[in-house]
């Protein structure tokens, strides 16, 4: 079912979802709070975009053109509607097409930001998938892989452009060396916990093309208070 929400308590901004497919997540908000933002930024591309959270969490921090890419056509659609109803056509562009066709929309070296929250399960004609395909497309590697993503990442980031991408913390090391593969140095990490003295479960993890050794470890972040509230960092992450 189709419906609309209010964006967190992000300026009355509102989110178009479908409740058979999935709603965004915490995830969603943790990455475009964590990417390095400065002044003289001015074109952003969010990867696997969905309905579009992250964009509109950008929106709010930044002057940059923003776009956003999904593949799937159902998921653009709610995108696009999402896009209309906070009246941020100007600002905001969603393109309904696989990422490795970005060639045909934009010039190499273009954009100065990638952010990405991609499909965290590999897949094979054995995976225990959801017989949901938008789910299915949505959770596992299907169309996209991070050899794909860092590739074009290298294609399209300008010369010292970053790519800041949330994922599970047992595809890390794999995440660093694809990176490197593509001439894309990590430079900070952010480790994700549901709470203190628990096992991490979320990765955030930031990459500049061409950049000089020098990787940050950034303090963890603990979600849920023992009584399974939001702590008051996530919660200012809210506003």
């Known amino acids: 079912m189709e419906v609309k929400n209010r964006l967190l308590n992000y300026n009355d901004l509102v989110i178009m979802q479908n409740t058979d497919w999935f709603s965004f997540s915490l995830d969603s908000v943790l990455l475009p709070n964590f990417v390095t933002i400065n002044k003289n930024i001015e074109n952003i591309i969010d990867f696997c975009t969905g309905n579009a959270p992250i964009p509109l969490i950008l929106s709010t921090k930044t002057n940059a053109k923003i776009y956003g890419v999904e593949l799937q056509k159902e998921i653009y659609e709610l995108a696009v509607k ?77 010369n010292g452009g970053v790519i800041a991408m949330v994922h599970r913390p047992d595809r890390l090391i794999e995440i660093i060396e694809t990176m490197k593969k593509n001439n894309i140095e990590p430079k900070k990490i952010q480790f994700i916990y549901p709470k203190e003295n628990s096992e991490c479960n979320a990765i955030l993890i930031e990459g500049k093309k061409n950049g000089k050794p020098g990787l940050r470890i950034l303090k963890p972040v603990y979600v849920h208070d023992e009584d399974g509230n939001y702590k008051e960092d996530i919660k200012k992450l809210f506003e």
């Open 82 to 158: 999402t896009i209309k109803l906070n009246n941020l056509e100007n600002k905001i562009e969603i393109i309904n097409d696989d990422i490795k066709n970005l060639s045909n929309y934009f010039e190499t070296e273009f954009f100065d930001i990638i952010t990405c929250n991609p499909p965290y399960f590999k897949y094979s004609k054995n995976s225990n998938i959801n017989k949901n395909k938008i789910k299915t497309i949505a959770r596992h590697e299907v169309y996209i892989n991070l050899n794909i993503i860092f590739s074009i990442a290298k294609k399209i980031l300008k």
